[in-house]
């Protein structure tokens, strides 16, 4: 059965009210802090767009995988109630819809977890089985730990067992699975550290040249020796920025 409910895929990031503002400004800003630095022009901006673009899709891509690792955490603390609404005698169905309450509470009306919780309710409700509802939501989510969870679950409805006990050691080593990755960004938190500094230095080196040597640079701007100078560094500057991320990313991805 095909599911009909409006639902909020979270392969994109879906933003928040002032996020998206945020997000376009602060690309702007990085835009025309390389017009200026490397140009001294306002023309030149509109060639440096694509970096613009770039910038706004990092920061988007940052967004949503703190999304994912929030709404990880949340699930984790969703199935704990889950497997104690069990054992107090709820079937699995009752127990999800149950649990909607008990992470109100936790984390509030607007929590991402709430508004999953609340999809699987409304789909209950048009007896949309809870198996289904489960996988839909690990395949929106993009979460390795949700999509193994609704694996695990599906295979204990059909093949029969405690539920309570599966859920609640599926609860458990998602908790594992989370601590171990906090921990390795916690290791990876000072390479990022050191990057962003080598990302930053060049432009602290040239500031400090130019304000203790006014005009220092003055042969570099607004003539064409300049400008293809200026171009090639920017180059330069924006191939070791991007390959530096794409290291991060590959360490953070092998987590």
């Known amino acids: 059965m095909k599911i009909n409910l409006r639902r909020q895929g979270c392969h994109e990031y879906q933003w928040k009210k002032g996020e998206k503002l945020s997000a ?75 649990c909607g309450n008990d992470m109100r509470m936790m984390y509030g009306e607007n929590a991402s977890i709430c508004r999953e919780l609340e999809l699987i309710r409304r789909g209950l409700n048009i007896n949309i089985t809870l198996e289904e509802l489960l996988m839909d939501f690990a395949g929106r989510s993009g979460c390795d730990e949700i999509d193994q969870f609704a694996q695990i679950f599906s295979m204990a409805k059909r093949n029969g067992g405690n539920m309570a006990v599966i859920i609640r050691s599926s609860a458990s080593l998602i ?29 602290g080196i040239l500031i400090y040249i130019s304000l203790s040597n006014p005009g220092y640079f003055d042969p570099l701007y607004h003539n064409l020796k300049g400008i293809a100078v200026m171009t090639g560094c920017l180059l330069v500057y924006l191939t070791a920025f991007v390959l530096g991320e794409r290291v991060m990313n590959k360490m953070t991805a092998e987590m």
Do not use: D, H
């Open 175 to 203: 908790g594992k699975q989370i601590e171990q990755r906090q921990e390795l960004r916690t290791l990876l938190a000072g390479k990022r550290m050191e990057l962003n500094i080598m990302k930053a230095m060049p432009f």
């Open 24 to 98: 376009i400004l602060l690309s702007v800003a990085a835009v025309s802090f390389l017009a200026y630095f490397f140009y001294r022009s306002i023309w030149i901006l509109p060639m440096l767009s694509p970096v613009g673009i770039f910038c706004f899709r990092s920061i988007r891509k940052i967004k949503l995988e703190r999304y994912r690792e929030e709404l990880s955490t949340q699930f984790r603390e969703c199935i704990l109630a889950v497997a104690t609404s069990l054992q107090a005698g709820y079937s699995a169905e009752n127990a999800f819809v149950e």
